[in-house]
């Protein structure tokens, strides 16, 4: 076809339009624009050759008709250029057909022996210097969130799930929850960790000086001491997935008083967040009380219990004492002599009254802080819900996959693996190998979803009807890596393919 004289080109040009678009245009009448004048009388002539007896045959199976329309007028045809080499051009950019070549040159750009895995928006600016096809940019986005090299190097955590607020208590040390201050200098009593205690309605707290090597029936009986015989039974515990937490002795305790134990998912502390700042709270208090003798922490305690629980909670608006009891136990600055007038009355006939009203007014200021704190949590974070079955990739923490950090050039991430159970909106379990040794459960915010589309051997750049088949082997399996003498030469390969098939048609 490159030795075809113009007027062939032009007509050539016609046809395969035509032929492309025929299932549109067999049932219609049109018009047909073109700057070429002497083809507004291909049907008028009487000598024809077989080319052109062959293309004028093919083109009386239409009801349309050929006007001429001047260069300068012809603004959509002079947008889609064509040269002197019978390449389909927009703006200088060599349009590339619907069909895997375009798999292929993407993958190019971006991970190509030269490229370096770059992201959608420099992959596109690659791609755009020289070519062109529709939707460019949704075929390089879906590529690119695709790539497994990418997810493994670029693994983080993602905005995902909202706030998800425990429910709130309905009365004092009903519901509660616990943790562990570990790291501290040994006392002479042999103690280096604090077993704190917080009631998750008046936001009292008891802090139990304990062993970091105490076991789980230690444990138990510290609670036993310091706070089931103040307290009472609690309906609900929370608490993280110590070992402690999740031995035998101390499920089937609890399970047997009727408590029900609620987990906190491994790694994510957000879930019992009130304790975590109990134990901030409380490491702020022991440094501005404490001067130069560190050991003498576990003797500051008792002042420092009874400092937290004497301030007003800034979510309940009370203190935690006069939640608990109904007033506030007395301080130095209660023991000043006041004028009659101005002491307040102790006896409080309707007590009961008093503590039921108080109640509901520490319940009402939890709730609107909740409300408020939610809101504020859920900013800049979207609802991600997956199902049983659905495929995920995991992103790696550091303090949970600690093999997986060991350099910083190992991969940040690692799957698909698929979801086996659904905890709830915001934690799942996976399906998970043995060889990773840690818990299969992971909040939603290290998970995200993966399309296995790919992965599984399904290709999105299959070969469609409108446009050109090249009759080469499967580009998609285009091997990636370094450039070798042979994989430059399959690349030119492929490429030869596209832009001689043009040629063999029109031989045809």
């Avoid at 596109?124 to 062109?132: D, G, K, S, T």
């Amino acid at each position: 076809m490159l030795n075809y004289p113009t007027y062939d080109k032009e007509m050539y040009a016609l046809v395969r339009t035509i032929e492309t678009w025929q299932h549109y245009l067999w049932p219609k009448e049109f018009i047909i624009h073109t700057d070429h004048e002497a083809l507004k009388h291909i049907r008028g002539q009487h000598k024809l050759n077989k080319r052109h007896a062959k293309w004028v045959e093919f083109l009386e199976t239409f009801l349309c008709v050929i006007k001429y329309k001047k260069g300068k007028e012809n603004i959509v045809a002079d947008a889609l250029s064509r040269r002197d080499n019978g390449f389909l051009f927009k703006e200088g950019r060599l349009c590339i057909p619907q069909g895997s070549t375009r798999e292929l040159l993407i993958k190019e750009a971006h991970r190509g022996g030269l490229m370096g895995h770059s992201g959608i928006a420099k992959t596109l600016a690659i791609l755009q210097e020289h070519l062109y096809w529709p939707k460019m940019r949704q075929d390089v986005e879906r590529l690119c969130e695709r790539c497994i090299t990418c997810k493994k190097a670029k693994s983080k955590a993602m905005p995902h799930g909202l706030y998800m607020p425990l429910p709130i208590p309905e009365a004092p040390w009903m519901d509660i929850s616990i943790d562990f201050v570990l790291g501290l200098p040994r006392t002479k009593n042999n103690k280096d960790s604090i077993f704190v205690v917080v009631d998750r309605f008046s936001k009292m707290a008891h802090f139990i000086p304990c062993n970091k090597t105490n076991d789980a029936l230690h444990i138990a009986n510290l609670f036993f001491k310091e706070v089931l015989r103040l307290h009472g039974v609690p309906r609900t515990i929370v608490s993280d997935r110590d070992v402690k937490f999740l031995s035998h002795f101390w499920r089937a305790l609890w399970s047997k008083i009727g408590t029900k134990l609620l987990f906190s998912t491994t790694c994510h502390p957000q879930t019992d967040g009130q304790t975590e700042v109990v134990n901030r709270v409380l490491s702020t208090l022991l440094r501005s009380i404490i001067k130069k003798n560190l050991k003498i922490w576990e003797e500051c305690l008792p002042h420092v219990e009874f400092a937290y629980n004497r301030s007003v909670h800034t979510t309940s608006g009370h203190t935690p004492f006069e939640v608990v009891y109904g007033f506030n136990p007395l301080t130095l600055m209660d023991l000043l002599p006041l004028p009659a007038d101005q002491i307040v009355n102790k006896d409080r006939l309707n007590k009961t009254e008093f503590v039921k009203k108080l109640h509901q007014q520490v319940w009402d200021n939890i709730e609107k802080r909740t409300k408020q704190y939610e809101q504020q949590a859920n900013k800049g974070r979207r609802r991600v819900v997956f199902e049983l079955g659905d495929w995920v990739w995991l992103h790696m923490r550091k303090e949970r996959f600690l093999a997986q950090w060991k350099s910083k050039l190992m991969p940040r991430g690692d799957g698909p693996f698929q979801v086996v159970k659904r905890i709830n909106d915001n934690a799942y379990q996976l399906d998970l190998p043995g060889e990773f040794n840690v818990s299969a459960t992971f909040n939603v915010v290290d998970l995200s979803p993966f399309d296995v589309g790919d992965y599984l051997g399904t290709n999105r750049f299959k070969e469609k009807g409108a446009d050109m088949t090249i009759k080469n082997k499967d580009l998609g399996e285009y091997p990636s890596g370094p450039i070798t003498r042979a994989r430059a030469k399959e690349f030119q390969s492929a490429m030869e393919s596209l832009f001689t098939t043009r040629h063999e048609r029109g031989k045809e």
